[in-house]
């Protein structure tokens, strides 16, 4: 039977919605609140998650692809032998299908004329076809494949051909197979994906399990040393990013450790220093109150008393300015002066050789600009020649030369042990020797700031006249 064409329906378009970025606000916003094995489980199972959900969906794009596309070619072709001669002439105007046709029922046969009529080979009620089956029928397209919706809601693949004169044959089949198929693609897909999150989450979990067990161990031992301050190393295992990050606190334990001496030999040796002259000064004190209770002492012994309270109270102050100086830790003010070394070493040698009169300082001294601290550079060598004038025997030779910006100070003393010279400038460091004489044992620890201030060195080592040797260097240049 025949019924006139429809027009031309518009095609409805319609897209898929999605949940977009959910799991990963989740993750920004939880992610600085869990633990580092948390994250790593829950980074794991993400990333797992994301490759999974990009494969399934490639697979069913690429499935649902394929089969459209094999349906279209069965549609186009099976178009093409109904408009093909003798089959064309029996079914163009038949009101009911050939015997020949009674098994194609999964297809529908539609004859559509340029004067938009439409010719339908069964009683299934009309189709909505429109301006691609017409421009086939008027011979302005070879072929047209596309989907519509019948009255019914059932979605449907035409596919149309030309026929005869000014018609075009249009076979229609139905998605609902595909789409079930497609249908039960997804379900497998989709239980995929999720064993595969879980065991992306089992995963996660061992990895984060048995491979964070070294950071675990290592905040254990780094806990129980903040508890008990026993500063002893840590165990090493492998050279993985792990056993050097246990190597650093190694490394900062050993620095802890050595600050620690350094700070208990301070207080032992600053003490030793402080008792002294603290104890002389009140031994002092006490006998001017006594003498002035008793009448008085004669100008001479009160002369000496107050000399001898003016000395102590020199070395007190001395100890403490020593004590200050290495204890700085604030940044210094930018070194911009340029300074002559040699006004600086002679300003020095006058004030040593007021304090140090029973040696004779021997003084060579060549010009050397230098971009540095004055003040502090005449601290550095003064220490470097009240070092040498404390072991200078009485009427010794101190000899002092700046040659090229290297400070040299000879002394006639005993020396410096072999095993005692590489510890010489270290801060708070006293030889066994020294611990009987004056002084806190900070002067050359001084020097060795000073220098290093100013991108210099400093060395100590045996002295060809019998003693020691103590060398500053500086950068600069001659005047």
């Not at 007021?354 to 060579?364: G, H, I, K, L, Q």
Request: hydrophobic share 40%; charged share 25%; no cysteine.
């Amino acid at each position: 039977m025949s019924a006139p064409a429809r027009p031309v329906d518009q095609q409805q378009h319609s897209g898929l919605g999605g949940h977009g970025g959910l799991g990963g606000l989740v993750a920004k916003r939880w992610h600085y609140r869990r633990s580092l094995a948390s994250r790593v489980l829950l980074l794991t199972t993400l990333a797992v998650g994301l490759a999974v959900a990009f494969m399934a969906a490639a697979a069913f794009v690429t499935v649902r692809t394929q089969m459209q596309s094999t349906l279209d070619s069965s549609l186009l072709e099976r178009a093409g032998k109904v408009s093909d001669g003798r089959v064309y002439s029996e079914l163009a105007g038949a009101t009911a299908l050939p015997p020949w046709a009674q098994g194609a029922s999964d297809v529908r046969i539609v004859f559509v004329t340029t004067d938009r009529r439409a010719t339908l080979t069964d009683d299934l009620g009309p189709l909505p076809l429109g301006g691609p089956e017409l421009a086939v029928a008027n011979r302005q397209s070879d072929s047209s494949v596309r989907t519509i919706v019948d009255s019914s809601g059932q979605r449907l693949r035409v596919a149309a051909v030309p026929g005869g004169p000014g018609e075009a044959v249009v076979v229609a089949s139905s998605l609902d197979p595909q789409e079930q198929v497609l249908g039960k693609l997804a379900i497998v897909l989709g239980l995929i994906g999720a064993a595969g999150v879980v065991a992306a989450g089992l995963s996660g979990w061992g990895v984060a399990r048995n491979g964070l067990r070294p950071v675990r161990r290592l905040t254990w031992s780094v806990e129980r040393i903040a508890r008990t301050e026993d500063l002893r190393p840590l165990p090493v295992e492998g050279h993985d990013e792990i056993a050097r990050l246990a190597r650093s606190f190694n490394e900062m334990l050993a620095a802890l450790a050595a600050s620690r001496d350094r700070q208990r030999r301070l207080v032992a040796d600053a003490g030793h220093e402080l008792r002294t002259p603290l104890t002389s000064l009140r031994t002092n004190v006490d006998l001017l109150a006594q003498a002035d209770a008793a009448g008085g002492l004669p100008p001479q012994a009160r002369e000496e008393l107050l000399d001898d309270l003016r000395a102590q109270t020199e070395e007190l102050t001395t100890l403490v300015g020593a004590l200050v100086e290495l204890a700085r830790d604030e940044p210094l003010p930018p070194v911009v002066e340029t300074v002559d070394l040699a006004e600086v070493v002679d300003r020095a040698v006058v004030r040593a050789r007021r304090r140090a009169p029973d040696v004779r300082f021997e003084v060579s001294l060549e010009p050397w600009l230098v971009r540095g601290e004055s003040d502090g550079l005449e601290k550095a060598a003064l220490n470097l020649l009240d070092n040498a004038a404390k072991w200078s025997p009485t009427g010794g030779v101190v000899r002092v030369t700046l040659h090229e910006g290297t400070l040299r100070v000879d002394d006639e003393g005993p020396g410096i042990a072999p095993d005692d010279l590489p510890h010489v400038f270290e801060r708070f460091w006293r030889s066994e020797e020294s611990r009987s004489m004056p002084g806190s044992g900070l002067g050359l620890a001084i020097v060795r700031q000073v220098v290093d201030r100013h991108s210099g060195t400093a060395t100590a080592s045996a002295s060809p006249i019998g003693g020691a040797r103590l060398e500053m260097s500086l950068p600069g240049r001659p005047v």
